[in-house]
């Protein structure tokens, strides 16, 4: 690793440490670590900050809270997960990309990440409904597909309209600089993360395999003492 030839900026002065907040005083052993495999303190602290704001935005982020809003203010008879359906089967191009190919159940499974067997019902929960339709594919007569029918169709634009309505009012208090930094960092940060494994593990493994063999070391004394007070 060759972080420390990097030039590391100051952090804000909302997040600087102070002697009542001291980012990672807990995980001073860690840092301790860290640095002797290159990684210097300072990046140990943006590091634990940018953690931080991470793991918060993913618990809010799960609770769903722009989608419970738009379905309560709509009064709609639906759960989120029937909604994500709708949503996949629409596929806008801004979360699935540009997708002209027919949508299947198995296509919602691939979009959304979930079982085959769970989009197969939740499709058919949601055409019982009347906002799916089954129909046959232009391409292949024999395969069946899937496709909004006019209500669910308004569903779909009525929930990303208050959506966007709500995030459109919130970004328009934001600077085109400030946007024009953001978009492309978060973007950059969220490839990270998705890649993060086969990124980055070749990079660390020496230090991870150094970890690995510390941990099994203090585990297997840990079973050792605990065998010897049985």
Same mark, same amino acid.
């Given at each position: ?25 807990? &995980? ?5 670590? %860290?640095?002797? #495999?290159? !990684? ?5 602290? $943006? *590091? ?66 979930? &079982? ?5 019902? %939740?499709?058919? #929960?949601? !055409? ?5 339709? $089954? *129909? ?95």
């Amino acid at each position: 690793m060759h972080i420390r030839d990097r030039h590391i900026p100051a952090l804000p002065a909302w997040h600087r440490n102070t002697e009542d907040r001291t980012i990672g005083s807990r &995980d001073d052993v860690m840092k301790a670590q %860290l640095e002797r #495999d290159g !990684i210097p303190p300072e990046v140990t602290d $943006r *590091a634990l900050t940018l953690d931080a704001i991470v793991q918060q935005w993913r618990r809010r982020v799960q609770k769903r809270e722009l989608g419970r809003m738009a379905l309560r203010e709509l009064d709609l008879p639906l759960d989120l997960p029937k909604l994500d359906v709708l949503i996949a089967i629409w596929a806008p191009s801004n979360e699935f990309g540009r997708d002209d190919a027919e949508t299947m159940v198995s296509t919602i499974s691939t979009r959304l990440g979930i &079982d085959p067997s769970r989009a197969s019902r %939740l499709v058919s #929960d949601l !055409i019982g409904q009347g906002y799916v339709k $089954r *129909a046959v594919s232009q391409q292949d007569a024999r395969r069946t597909v899937v496709e909004l029918t006019e209500a669910g169709q308004a569903i779909v634009d009525a929930v990303r309209t208050i959506k966007f309505l709500i995030l459109g009012e919130f970004l328009s208090g934001w600077s085109d600089d400030e946007i024009e930094t953001f978009i492309p960092m978060l973007e950059r940060y969220s490839h990270w993360a998705e890649q993060a494994e086969t990124m980055n593990a070749g990079v660390a493994q020496p230090e991870i395999q150094k970890v690995a063999a510390q941990l099994r070391a203090k585990l297997g004394e840990a079973g050792g003492t605990d065998q010897g007070r049985a």
